[in-house]
């Protein structure tokens, strides 16, 4: 038996509105929005439903309120706000592994459906990776590395993919940093993908794919061995 549609109240469709606004980049980040009158004016709603909608969209994250600046953009996405709290509740084992699973489906994706534009950023971001471990600076290798892995996420053309990865990176970078800063045995060559690029390069899939399985087992061990250690 078929459900009735349920039709959203006013409230829910101005934070569909507001929500639209920010994640179509219309209102960014540390932007503070119009005054009350213009947006009751603009959603044509009443103060209350305009300040109800306010209310949810901060208590979402996506809102700060701000003494003597108004309401201000905090974040471009709810399902980035949502997402970035649960990494907060995981371990970072346990993030670690989602965001290298998503680049073992990004790795394949991208062996198949890469183009020359994408080839060319990650060629780039590789030369990125051996300039800096030319000068031994291992948080502007790491800074260079997660762009290769930007790009070849991108290269999946998978937008979704892409959303998720970029979300769950983000809160976990700097850990990473941390991490890897105090790794004494780091070595910058085995950390620069070319294998991996060549297999896409090659549009090898399964190559790509057994790259990808042997990085996150190595990877995983040597977070434990620097946890322990």
């Known amino acids: 038996m078929l459900k009735k549609t349920e039709r959203l109240s006013l409230v829910e469709q101005v934070v569909i509105q507001i ?7 219309h209102w960014q980040i540390g932007d503070q929005l119009p005054a009350e009158m213009q947006l009751m004016k603009e959603f044509d709603v009443s103060r209350n439903t305009l300040r109800e909608a306010i209310r949810a969209l901060v208590h979402a994250g996506l809102l700060e ?3 003597g600046s108004g309401t201000v953009v905090k974040s471009s996405s709810a399902f980035g706000v949502a997402l970035h ?10 993030t670690l592994e989602v965001r290298l699973a998503l680049e073992r489906e990004a790795a394949q994706l991208a062996a198949i459906r890469r183009n020359d ?9 590789i030369q990125l990776c051996k300039l800096a471990s030319e000068k031994g600076d291992v948080q502007e290798f790491l800074q260079a590395d997660i762009i ?34 105090a790794d004494a045995y780091f070595n910058y060559s085995e950390e620069i993908h070319y294998e991996l690029l060549e297999a896409i390069k090659k549009q ?26």
């Open 19 to 25: 929500e639209h606004l920010i994640e179509s980049g």
């Open 65 to 67: 309120t701000k003494q």
């Open 85 to 94: 709290r649960q990494v907060e509740k995981s371990s970072i084992m346990e």
């Open 117 to 125: 534009l994408d080839l060319e950023a990650m060629t780039e971001s």
């Open 148 to 181: 290769f892995h930007k790009a070849m996420v991108k290269a999946s053309h998978n937008k979704m993919l892409e959303r998720l990865y970029e979300h769950i990176t983000e809160p976990l970078q700097s850990s990473i940093e941390e991490i890897m800063v």
């Open 204 to 229: 090898d899939v399964q190559a790509a794919i057994s790259y990808v399985n042997t990085y996150i087992n190595d990877f995983r061990k040597k977070i434990k061995r620097i946890q322990e250690d």
